[in-house]
């Protein structure tokens, strides 16, 4: 049971740019989501999905979309990076809401050049 | 919109003392969660402990336990007999009872042992 995986862990783009952070569980949930992490900010959610197909915006949504084909993968793109987007990228999972706990990635540090 | 606020940036403790780690929210929402995240410096988040709003009982987790205020919308997290690997960034999150959107984090308090 490797829980979540995210690909890669590091990665250095220049402006303009476009790429894809990859994030994959195991558990079978049906939650799943992305955060970014910047100094002094804590963590900040990208985007969220309740299930295959389904997906919604979190609190700093722009410059990033994702999709959700399968339960099991929830990928992150960046259209067209920006210095803004330098940042360390959370994926998460977790069974439906409530006090269950959510599952993170060991993280992706991004930056742009 | 739900905030969360954890007014200590750092901490100092003694290996072996005890310490409390502040955090206070806002939110208009009855039924809700909150939660104690840990960040040692391999940036791995890892669950401490959890509280769900509608429970009075405190949450305890050995030597971690939470200070529950409804009314005052206080979650305030101690740590006894404060170990070198509990040096680590603190981050106080909440989620929505009813919502199927994601966690809203603090800023986070970062927690130095001095041995």
């Known amino acids: 049971n490797a829980g979540v995986t995210q690909t890669p862990k590091f990665q250095v783009l220049k402006t303009g740019q476009s790429m894809t952070l990859q994030c994959a569980q195991d558990?079978?949930?049906?939650?799943m989501s992305w955060y970014r992490q910047d100094p002094g900010m804590g963590l900040r959610l990208i985007h969220y999905?309740?299930?295959?197909?389904?997906?919604d915006q979190g609190e700093v949504p722009n410059g990033y979309n994702v999709s959700r084909s399968t339960t099991e993968d929830f990928p992150l793109r960046l259209l067209s990076a920006a210095p803004s987007q330098t940042s360390v990228y959370f994926c998460?999972?977790?069974?439906?809401?409530?006090?269950?706990?959510?599952?993170f990635g060991p993280g992706t540090r991004l930056t742009v050049l | 919109a739900q905030t969360v606020t954890q007014s200590q940036p750092e901490m100092s403790v003694q290996e072996a003392e005890t310490v409390t780690l502040s955090c206070t929210y806002d939110?208009?929402?009855?039924?809700?969660?909150l939660f104690w995240y840990k960040q040692p410096p391999s940036r791995q988040m890892i669950l401490v402990i959890r509280?769900?709003?509608?429970?009075?009982q405190n949450a305890t987790e050995n030597r971690f336990s939470v200070n529950f205020q409804k009314a005052a919308k206080s979650f305030s997290l101690k740590i006894s007999d404060s170990q070198l690997g509990d040096a680590a960034m603190y981050f106080c999150a909440y989620r929505s009872g009813g919502g199927a959107d994601g966690l809203t984090f603090g800023k986070g308090t970062h927690l130095i042992i001095q041995p």
């Open positions: 999905s309740v299930g295959a197909g389904i997906t």
């Open positions: 998460a999972s977790s069974p439906p809401p409530g006090p269950n706990e959510q599952f």
């Open positions: 509280q769900e709003a509608y429970k009075q």
């Open positions: 939110t208009s929402e009855s039924d809700y969660y």
């Open positions: 558990m079978n949930h049906e939650y």
